[in-house]
């Protein structure tokens, strides 16, 4: 049976760690999330990350824009908050609406207020192996969950699925960066679950409740799950077929309370790293 990697736990420790630190602040670490249009997921995140930040003792700040709402006048905004020297972090939830543009709008929040670690400059940094000012919240998540497993990276080879811009090549940055052998496998790959069977890490960011069979697992394996699809019954599933693959894996992450929080804690932790470079306090 696998060894289950807990982010709720040491999601909740790193939490409590940054409350602690803001406590010896004049001024609280400011965090303003951008949500446009009702999408009812992007609403459940974006109300988790305002609450998680107010009870770390962050001042936290949700614009609510129309559906409807221009590229010029998103941009705009953004631009608002990049002049207000109150503000330290921007998030804009992704997926924006289609006819918005979402490259152009990631690009105009400034690298240095972008807490996601979207824009070219800091991804682009994490690629060559300099520091960003900020790195994607849940590849840094996973990053922090191997690493308080005592899991070794170097060396392993490790398969992710799922390219987006946001997790998957992020993540494959950073495993690469620690020197693992890195497959991103996507829609397009042929013989997937042979790639898989060869993976001593296996990433599943994907999207499709229990897409992940346990014959597709190497026995022994760590096996991360990003996915978290809401059922008809309200029930949250991963990527990953859980019961099956627990048996055959070496450690697995559970869906809820695996990744999720990890995703809010590092995106506090940004927030914070970002608000003490503005503030040129001790980093
Ligand atoms: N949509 C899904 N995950 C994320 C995230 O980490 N950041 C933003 N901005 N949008 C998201």
Redesign the pocket.
Known sequence: MAVLIKGKDLSTKIVEKIRHEVLNYDKKPTLV?IIVGNNPA?QI?VSKKKHTAELTGFNSRVIELEESISQKDLEKQIEILNQDKNVNGI?????LPKHINTYNIIEKILPEKDV?G?HPINIGRLAIGLKPYAV???PQGIIKLLEENNIEIEGKHAVIIGRSN??GKPLSYLLLNRNATVTVCHSKTKNLSDVCSQADILVAAVGIPKFVKSEWVKEGAIVIDVGINRMENNKLIGDIDFEEVEKKAGYITPVPGGVGPM?IAM?LSNTLELFKLQNKLEA
């Open positions: 999330v992007s995140y998030l804009v939830q992704i997926p996601d979207f994607s919240c849940t946001i997790v995703t995106l």
